[in-house]
């Protein structure tokens, strides 16, 4: 009943993708994929994502589950070429709705991007449950960096459970994810990190992204007591306030991502891409002065 785990870490936007198995069954779900994208160019490429699948298939494993964590704003999602080529249900949470009608108007978007997060092929209430196999896994709501973040629990009864938090948190030397989009609060998500922090101590939290600062090696894998005592901006002691006008001041000195303007008219549709035109071509919208 131990669940299996395989990241894969895409190192142009330092995102990292996880295939979570049941070995018993071979059902298995993945969360937070990667299409490449090339900015210069405006292509796209399915190297990531056909990493996964190439594990997928080389286990023997079916898919039932393909899962984000949130709207990323830092890189495309593969979500619809998985399904392709893996079947499975797109999850995210169920408050992607707000997410969605917010960048429906700054993008302009009509009918042919649902406001209800329908879209997706499942959205998921916070403490909802469901199963990679015969394996548990609950969905727990933590806003702050956007208003519909969830991380999802996978349950273990041999051992620390894994939680797979998204942007919510980083590793302890790099701290907190920024709440300065559309719908973010940092006092959401003090609270947020609140309740990853009231999980047992040994629970193991999986991040979305590392940026390896100082130069250390790649890390993407911590645990509760861990950033409780060490988190730069949350180890026990900040207090909410503290933690408020800390992450409201750093969020002013930071540039936007560079690929939210892509990304983000990607990913509220599920990872679809945009209907092509009448010369067969797709066009992402840019835009102006507008975010």
């Not at 990292?16 to 490449?36: F, G, H, K, M």
């Not at 406001?115 to 469901?130: C, I, K, N």
């Not at 408020?244 to 540039?255: A, G, I, N, P, W």
Request: charged fraction near 25%.
């Amino acid at each position: 009943m131990q669940p299996e785990i395989q990241s894969f870490f895409d190192a142009a936007t330092k995102t990292v993708t996880y295939l979570v198995s049941d070995p018993e069954t071979s059902r298995a779900a993945v969360i937070d994929s990667v299409l490449d994208y090339d900015a210069a160019s405006g292509r796209t490429d399915t190297a990531s994502a056909d990493a996964v699948i190439a594990a997928v298939r080389e286990k023997g494993l079916t898919v039932d589950w393909i899962l984000e964590t949130h709207v990323h704003a830092d890189h495309l999602t593969a979500a619809p070429y998985l399904r392709q080529h893996l079947g499975g249900r797109i999850g995210i949470g169920e408050k992607v709705d707000t997410v969605v009608v917010t960048f429906k108007h700054v993008y302009n978007f009509g009918d042919d991007v649902p406001a209800d997060g329908s879209q997706f092929d499942h959205l998921f209430a916070d403490g909802e449950t469901f199963r990679i196999g015969e394996i548990e896994a609950d969905v727990l709501s933590v806003p702050g960096h956007t208003p519909a973040c969830i991380a999802y629990r996978v349950k273990n009864p041999d051992g620390p459970d894994a939680v797979f938090v998204g942007d919510t948190l980083f590793m302890p030397d790099f701290g907190s994810a920024r709440c300065d989009f559309p719908g973010g609060d940092a006092r959401a998500l003090y609270r947020s990190c609140q309740k990853l922090f009231a999980l047992p101590p040994e629970t193991r939290l999986y991040m979305c992204h590392d940026y390896a600062p100082g130069g250390r090696d790649f890390q993407w894998e911590t645990t509760v007591a861990d950033q409780r005592a060490q988190n730069k901006h949350l180890h026990d002691g900040v207090t909410e306030e503290e933690f408020v006008t800390m992450r409201t001041e750093r969020d002013k000195q930071l540039d936007m991502p560079a690929l939210i303007l892509p990304s983000v008219q990607i990913n509220i549709r599920a990872g679809e891409m945009p209907q092509a035109e009448e010369n067969g071509t797709a066009y992402l919208k840019i835009p102006l002065n507008a975010v």
